[in-house]
């Protein structure tokens, strides 16, 4: 029933930018909070930033603040994740998931991800 759909992965150089996109279906996008994800090679899955359903309020990880930006088109269903300055560190498999940084890991429905590396 529920479906989300990563795209916008690729490969891109040290202070470029990326933006990802995730397609949702099988419910009512503007209803929940929505987070993106990611897994770096040999890491657990780290939390990177959430959007919430009413006031559209951000939150992102240290590690990614004041570089990437989150947002919404409840119209499209779509979430995305706009990714500037990227660094190395950025190299991982990027996923959105329902939830916030509280409950995605509870609630256990996010997409196929999508391939992002960052190097040189």
């Known amino acids: 029933e529920v479906q989300l759909v990563e795209s916008g992965g690729g490969s891109g150089q040290p202070g470029g930018s990326l933006r990802l996109s995730c397609v949702v279906s099988g419910f009512i996008l503007r209803t929940y909070t929505m987070s993106w994800v990611r897994q770096a090679p040999g890491k657990e899955l780290e939390w990177v930033s959430h959007?919430?359903?009413?006031?559209?309020?951000?939150s992102y990880a240290d590690s990614v603040k004041g570089r990437f930006t989150i947002s919404r088109d409840n119209t499209k269903n779509t979430l995305y994740l706009q990714m500037d300055n990227l660094k190395p560190e950025d190299t991982a498999v990027y996923y959105c998931?329902?939830?916030?940084?509280?409950?995605?890991?509870?609630?256990?429905?996010w997409g196929q991800g999508t391939q992002v590396t960052v190097s040189s």
């Open positions: 998931a329902l939830g916030s940084l509280r409950n995605w890991r509870q609630l256990g429905s």
């Open positions: 959007i919430t359903s009413g006031r559209t309020t951000t």
